[in-house]
Structures are given as C-alpha cells and as structure tokens.
C-alpha cells in the first residue's frame, strides 16, 4: 500500500485549486486586484507552488475561461454541422444561452475589469464571432439581421454583470432567454424572416 507521499495525486488537483482560488478571489477583488500572492495565500501553499502550475495572472485567467471557450468552439462545429439554416441558428443559440447562464460568475468578472475583459477578447480562441454571427443571422445578413444578432449576442454577454437577474434560477432565466431571442432573430434575422 502506497504511503501517503507516494499515493498518486488526483491529476490537475494542484491546478484545479489554484482555478478555484483565483475564481473566488476575481469575484471578491477583481482579476486586477488578485495577486498569485493571494491565491496562495488562500490554498495555503507557497507563491512558487502557484507559479509552478502558472506563470502569470494572464494564464490563470485563461485557465479559468478554458472550459467555455472548448464549450463554445464544440457548439460552433455541431452547429455547422445540421443541415439547415434554422437547425443551425437553434443550436448555436441554445448553446449561447447555456453558456452565458452557466457562466454568469465568470462573466461578471470579466465585465467588472477591463483588463481582463480585454484579455479574453484578444485570446485566439475566441476569434469567432464571424462564425457566430453567420450561425445567428445567415452568411450575408442585412442591417436589420446584423442589429438583431448584435442585440442578441450583447444581451448574453451582459448576463453575468445583471444584478437584477441573479434572483432568477437558471432554468428561469435560460426559459426567457431562449424565447426573447428567438422571437427577436425569428423576426429580424435569417433567410426565413418575414419582411
């Protein structure tokens, strides 16, 4: 039987606890006013133990929004993937709003500092908001489609930093997100409008 310093670490154990750290101090402090300091501080190990897993704040930051950006771009490729316009706009936008639901702690984070709102902006992974759009509103909307996808699109990004819409569940609020966009893009967006 392996002694406690030879039995095997669960695997990301270290990182996931810095992650987790850096999560609740962001919301506390802000992702400016958290140092690796504090996030060793508050997991009780050395600053170097937080440097071994990530060198910078930039990497835990990006760390911290790995898992929506490999949600986002798998949502992208099966949404590409049905066979007709609606079916595309349907999935990308369900998966927009389980996204943005699920992750109101993180964007209120990044809507509350706009170095690291500006970070994730310019992170490669996320260049892909022409892909979405053309899943929203067609390849070659008009300006009527651009404003409804542009309205949609905002309105999700804007969740996290809602106050008023922290009281709702997310069963609730992903209910009346779905159906206030999809009458919005139904109406304005896409080959199928009505004129």
């Given at each position: 039987?392996p002694t406690s310093s030879t039995?095997?670490?669960?695997?990301?154990?270290?990182?996931?606890?810095?992650?987790?750290?850096?999560?609740?101090?962001?919301?506390?402090?802000?992702?400016?006013?958290?140092?690796?300091?504090?996030?060793?501080?508050?997991?009780?190990?050395?600053?170097?133990?937080?440097?071994?897993?990530?060198?910078?704040?930039?990497?835990?930051?990006?760390?911290?929004?790995?898992?929506?950006?490999?949600?986002?771009?798998?949502?992208?490729?099966?949404?590409?993937?049905?066979?007709?316009?609606?079916?595309?706009?349907?999935?990308?936008?369900?998966?927009?709003?389980?996204?943005?639901?699920?992750?109101?702690?993180?964007?209120?984070?990044?809507?509350?500092?706009?170095?690291?709102?500006?970070?994730?902006?310019?992170?490669?992974?996320?260049?892909?908001?022409?892909?979405?759009?053309?899943?929203?509103?067609?390849?070659?909307?008009?300006?009527?489609?651009?404003?409804?996808?542009?309205?949609?699109?905002?309105?999700?990004?804007?969740?996290?930093?809602?106050?008023?819409?922290?009281?709702?569940?997310?069963?609730?609020?992903?209910?009346?997100?779905?159906?206030?966009?999809?009458?919005?893009?139904?109406?304005?967006?896409?080959?199928?409008?009505?004129?």
């Amino acid at each position: 039987m392996p002694t406690s310093s030879t039995a095997p670490r669960p695997a990301g154990g270290a990182r996931e606890r810095v992650l987790a750290a850096a999560l609740d101090l962001f919301g506390e402090h802000g992702v400016s006013g958290t140092s690796l300091q504090m996030i060793a501080d508050r997991i009780g190990v050395t600053k170097a133990a937080v440097y071994h897993q990530f060198h910078t704040k930039d990497e835990i930051v990006l760390a911290v929004l790995a898992p929506a950006m490999e949600s986002l771009h798998h949502s992208i490729e099966q949404a590409e993937a049905q066979p007709t316009p609606e079916a595309r706009r349907e999935l990308m936008l369900t998966s927009l709003v389980d996204l943005a639901v699920g992750n109101r702690r993180i964007a209120a984070i990044l809507r509350a500092d706009p170095a690291a709102a500006e970070l994730a902006r310019n992170h490669p992974a996320l260049d892909v908001g022409d892909r979405i759009r053309a899943l929203l509103v067609g390849p070659d909307p008009d300006a009527r489609s651009d404003v409804a996808g542009a309205m949609v699109g905002g309105a999700l990004m804007m969740i996290g930093a809602a106050p008023e819409l922290e009281r709702y569940d997310d069963e609730e609020l992903t209910t009346n997100l779905l159906e206030l966009a999809r009458d919005l893009l139904g109406r304005h967006a896409g080959p199928d409008r009505r004129g």
